[in-house]
Structures are given as C-alpha cells and as structure tokens.
C-alpha cells in the first residue's frame, strides 16, 4: 500500500513539471528575472531574498549558491538571504513578525538592487511589506510564488508563477528548480566559461 503512495507522490511531482515545461509565460519570466538579477550584480547591486518557512530555506539555498558556487569555479555574486536570527527576533520582538522582512530592506536595499521574493500562495503580508519597502528604495522586485492571481504576482516586477496545483510541497519542487534555472541562466551571462 505504501509503495502505491510512493508512486502516486512521484507522478504528481512529474504531472507539476510537465506543466512547467510547458508553460512558456513561465519559463520568459524565468529569463527576464535572471536579467534582472544580472543588471543588477554588474551594475555593483546585490540580491535580497526571503520567504518563509520551506521559501525561507529556499531564499537561503538561492543566496548560497549566488555567494559560494552553483556548478564550477567562478566569482561570488553578491547575494543575501534575510535570514539572520538576530535580525528576525529583533524586529519580531520590536515591531512584530510583519516587519522582519521589509525592515531589513529598508535598511540595506538600495536602488539598483533587486529584492527574490517568494510564497507558494502569493499573500505572505511580511514578505508583502517586503515588497513595498524594495518599492519604495527604487528595487526591482521578483515574485516567486504559485498562485496566478495573487498579491505577489501583482505587485512583483517579473512574477514567476509555477503551475504546480493546490499543494504548497508541489509548488516548492518547481520553485528549487526554477531557482536553479535562473542562477545557471546568470552564470551563462557572467561565466560563460563554466558552460563551455
């Protein structure tokens, strides 16, 4: 009985990625918000991420791979998750857990930089509020989320919506790879080399 459930999990996963293949609005908004994020590394800007829970964890995985090293040797592009514990129980505890996002983008955004928002259902209010501080400092913003209609989609710059369905676990298997697409996608702009 279990196997069965092993099996339907994985086809459903495979029936997500399929529509993600086929999803072209998709996969040009994957390629204008690696743009977006290549403009804003050579024009000595950096990339704000954040999310919550498993979006967090993706938010750092994002900012890791930016600062560290994705497939080959290559410089660090410079690229944050809001994710320092001190920050967030500072701000939680002084303003509430609304704020832990946006303060820190008022703080450290800066015009020119470019704010890698993400929410599997698109009404996050915190990383909302994040958006409109990344607004107002003159950032562009990109909205990973799975809901079409939602709040994110509507107010991010380039909204990448993954046609995941209704469980938050399937969109977040499209958002890991569509993570790894657009860092692949910066690095094919800034190092060419690794994909020789």
């Not at 993600?20 to 991420?49: F, H, N, P, W, Y």
């Not at 809901?147 to 994110?152: N, R, T």
Request: glycine share 8%; proline share 3%.
């Amino acid at each position: 009985m279990a196997k069965e459930h092993v099996k339907a999990a994985l086809l459903e996963a495979r029936s997500a990625l399929d529509a993600l293949i086929e999803a072209d609005q998709t996969q040009e908004a994957i390629v204008r918000a690696s743009e977006l994020m290549v403009e804003a590394i050579c024009s000595g800007g950096k990339i704000l991420s954040c999310g919550n829970g498993g979006s967090l964890c993706d938010a750092m995985h994002f900012a890791e791979e930016m600062t560290g090293r994705f497939r080959s040797d290559r410089p660090g592009y410079a690229a944050i998750a809001i994710s320092d514990p001190s920050h967030m129980s500072c701000v939680g505890n002084d303003y509430g857990y609304h704020a832990v996002f946006s303060r820190y983008v008022q703080a450290v955004g800066q015009k020119g930089d470019v704010l890698l928002a993400i929410t599997t259902s698109g009404t996050s209010g915190n990383v909302l509020d994040a958006v409109e501080a990344a607004h107002e400092k003159g950032m562009k913003v990109i909205g990973l989320t799975g809901k079409v209609d939602s709040p994110l989609a509507q107010r991010a710059d380039v909204a990448i919506v993954t046609p995941a369905g209704r469980w938050a676990d399937r969109v977040q298997e499209l958002h890991i790879k569509t993570i790894h697409i657009m860092i692949e996608l910066v690095e094919r702009q800034l190092a060419p080399q690794n994909y020789i």
